[in-house]
């Protein structure tokens, strides 16, 4: 069999209905298509969502980070290059390349995903799945030049900010909150006047635990930085009958 | 020139974080993929969002039904067909016919839109637009056997059920609450047991006036046949300083 390229490029267009009052792209809308882009190149390589859950695993997405120069417009065709950074026994990182035409780069994206076991939820071998191949397509010679995704460390004072009920529409094939809403959720905070002077230039986002249906979803916010007034922490928590649990937290840097 | 075809296809892909508990596609996914195949066709003939942005004219999606027997399934590839079937002064009627591989049918939808001027807000004469072109593309003799849009008449009792605000990423590229956001709302008024039971079959909305970022929006919810259970009326209203004020209507039988 032919050796497939490390990286994989998929091509992708900003819809108009998916691009935000500035006809720029939704962050969340293109949080979704690096997952797209994910999960499509790890189908080539034989480590796709549909292969993986007919030997009951699965991707959990852990940490993504988000770093922009500029956003696709309206009708923009852009695409995205990913490719694993390294392997480790239960996790990887996985880079992304967000290009425009003529390779005009708007940005990079950084995540880490673990692979579980769908029944036990909790961490499998990855490489004793497939052969353990998936070592076979790490790229170390490209570059992501932006920071890592951290487990983003926040200090314990935090500002409640609102709360919202989960429905319907917020669950995903998994029956957990699906990750893209839960950065469309935090990019609410802000106002649309916030969002007429600032461009969101860095979007950081850890998935600490799974929340369900029913939920309710708390949102909290701290400065992140003594210096920058446009750096901030997010944290979110469920709460349900069993109480109050942290599931993500964000770092926004506008 | 060579003529076009009346008809535009375009291939979709029912995207895993678009799919819902059961991993079928939400239906707000497939309004908004109906939605960028009417722009993809019109545009091909010179009737597309980004071009009459540039003469001050815009397309408002003003009812919308959707009649499904089955949904795509995550990773499936689907296909919309979608036509021009009739032309008014300043309106015009558009069906779509939802396909899968080897030409399954999964369903079928019908839309009305106006086309309107972007400073007035009043509708226009659309076939003063382009030498009124349109009206070669209409094509009659494609079948779509469902009920047409309908106004959605509902009588005045209908059930306080819930409200919700409206923030940053409710908003579309013309400052108004994006309508597939309605649809998303709407079916978030049943719970996942209700869809576990329950394959919504047809889903109609109608768009009695726009809400903008900050609005209140409020559900209201009436049995829409005396027979049928599984029939349901929903108005949506916005709140604001002005008062309270219908903005969508809509009905859903499973």
Known sequence: MEQLPTTG???FLAEPFHCDFSQRLFMGHLGNQLLNAADFHSSEHGYGLRYLNTIGKTWVL???????????????????ETWIDDVFK??????????GTENHVYGY???????????????????????GKITEYVEKGKSCPIEKSSRVKMGKIAEYISSIDTYYNDVDINGHINSIKYIE????LWSLEWYEAHLLKRFEVAYVAEAHLGDKLK????PASST???DFF???????TEGETEVCRARLLF
Do not use: C
């Not at 239960?90 to 290009?99: A, H, P």
């Open 62 to 80: 852990s940490r993504l980070s988000i770093e922009m120069t500029d956003m696709p417009r309206m009708y923009d065709k852009f695409y995205i």
């Open 234 to 240: 997010v944290r979110i928590t469920k709460s349900n």
């Open 90 to 99: 239960s996790f990887t990182s996985r880079n992304f390349k967000i290009l």
């Open 185 to 188: 959720h935090v990019l609410d």
């Open 228 to 230: 920058n007034t446009n």
């Open 109 to 131: 994206g950084k995540s880490m995903w673990a692979m579980i076991d769908t029944k036990s939820r909790q961490p499998v071998d990855l490489l004793a799945v497939n052969d």
């Open 9 to 11: 490029r998929y091509a």
């Open 219 to 222: 949102f909290y916010r701290a």
